[in-house]
């Protein structure tokens, strides 16, 4: 071979290196973990994670070709939010994706290297996931549920609903809730007087502590419930549906899915579209941004959706103007 040939095929071959290289890094399979606080075949988490994926998919990630997702659901139980966080931070993982503040702070005790996108946390700085919400300083970033009027809002809607309300006790679970429910219960503290009702804290563990807790409170008249949002009450949601329709009680909840599977009204944010955000994170921390240099995001919209099915059982009669405001409205 001539001089002059070979030099050409050299010079021809790193030309072309790049272009390779490119493709191999666009075609390179890429690993994220996915740890939510309910199961794994939960509705909610089921519709959530596909959404999740569609946005993904949408922004040039699929499984099977260049991404490989290790989707773990902890039940509502502490102890296997750690045994699974341990076991995704193992499979190093480019990013992983959390739901709720215990879920994100087992993650956390974990790494403090691997990205982690949280969605569903009510209090990152409280809690110490981040610095600030502007500049999150540290290996996570994503998505809160709350704002300060939140907790009243609650108390308003219940009371939009059911006037004769005087008592209300919120339940949840002291492990699970962020700051040991002290997050919650302050705030519906600072509001019950506004709305003339007398705040009760019910904490719950499990099934049967939760059957207690709410037969124990309506031995009294003119009460209703505040479920606060954790795994526990996600987890049990049925059985506090069943127990609010059995004693005649007018409860409030979180979210959505909760109106769907027969509660009364529910207020909060849309988890399965913060789960489409969540993506766009997602795909910027694969691609190299940072997470201390993405701020915490706040939610902009919460939805009101109501069960008038079961306000009929109740015996509640739902004002034409709290229909016309719902986002939805079971019939």
């Given at each position: 071979?001539?001089?002059?040939?070979?030099?050409?095929?050299?010079?021809?071959?790193?030309?072309?290196?790049?272009?390779?290289?490119?493709?191999?890094?666009?075609?390179?399979?890429?690993?994220?973990?996915?740890?939510?606080?309910?199961?794994?075949?939960?509705?909610?988490?089921?519709?959530?994670?596909?959404?999740?994926?569609?946005?993904?998919?949408?922004?040039?990630?699929?499984?099977?070709?260049?991404?490989?997702?290790?989707?773990?659901?902890?039940?509502?139980?502490?102890?296997?939010?750690?045994?699974?966080?341990?076991?995704?931070?193992?499979?190093?993982?480019?990013?992983?994706?959390?739901?709720?503040?215990?879920?994100?702070?087992?993650?956390?005790?974990?790494?403090?290297?691997?990205?982690?996108?949280?969605?569903?946390?009510?209090?990152?700085?409280?809690?110490?996931?981040?610095?600030?919400?502007?500049?999150?300083?540290?290996?996570?970033?994503?998505?809160?549920?709350?704002?300060?009027?939140?907790?009243?809002?609650?108390?308003?809607?219940?009371?939009?609903?059911?006037?004769?309300?005087?008592?209300?006790?919120?339940?949840?679970?002291?492990?699970?809730?962020?700051?040991?429910?002290?997050?919650?219960?302050?705030?519906?503290?600072a509001s019950a007087p506004t709305f003339a009702v007398t705040p009760t804290v019910a904490p719950v563990h499990d099934a049967a502590e939760i059957e207690r807790a709410i037969g124990e409170f309506v031995r009294e008249p003119n009460g209703g419930l505040v479920v606060l949002p954790d795994a526990t009450t996600l987890v049990h949601r049925k059985l506090i549906v069943a127990l609010a329709d059995r004693y005649h009680v007018p409860a409030i909840y979180a979210f959505r899915i909760i109106v769907m599977d027969g509660g009364l009204i529910s207020y909060g944010i849309d988890v399965v579209d913060q789960y489409r955000q969540a993506a766009g994170y997602v795909d910027r921390f694969l691609k190299g941004a940072k997470p201390a240099e993405l701020p915490v995001q706040l939610p902009t919209k919460f939805a009101m959706d109501i069960n008038l099915k079961t306000a009929k059982r109740l015996g509640l009669n739902v004002p034409l103007l709290m229909q016309q405001r719902a986002d939805e409205v079971v019939e």
């Open positions: 071979m001539k001089r002059r040939e070979v030099i050409k095929l050299i010079g021809g071959a790193a030309a072309s290196l790049p272009l390779a290289v490119r493709a191999q890094q666009h075609d390179e399979v890429r690993r994220i973990g996915v740890l939510v606080n309910v199961a794994a075949d939960d509705p909610e988490a089921q519709t959530s994670v596909a959404a999740f994926k569609q946005a993904l998919q949408q922004l040039g990630w699929s499984e099977g070709r260049n991404l490989q997702i290790d989707f773990r659901g902890a039940a509502g139980d502490p102890e296997r939010m750690q045994a699974f966080a341990k076991e995704l931070v193992a499979l190093q993982p480019h990013v992983i994706l959390t739901r709720s503040t215990p879920v994100t702070a087992a993650l956390l005790k974990q790494t403090r290297t691997i990205p982690i996108v949280f969605t569903v946390v009510s209090d990152p700085v409280g809690e110490h996931f981040v610095e600030s919400l502007a500049r999150p300083g540290g290996n996570a970033t994503g998505f809160t549920n709350v704002e300060f009027s939140l907790t009243g809002k609650w108390l308003e809607l219940l009371k939009e609903v059911a006037p004769g309300i005087k008592r209300v006790a919120f339940i949840f679970n002291p492990k699970l809730a962020p700051g040991g429910g002290s997050y919650y219960t302050r705030l519906i503290e």
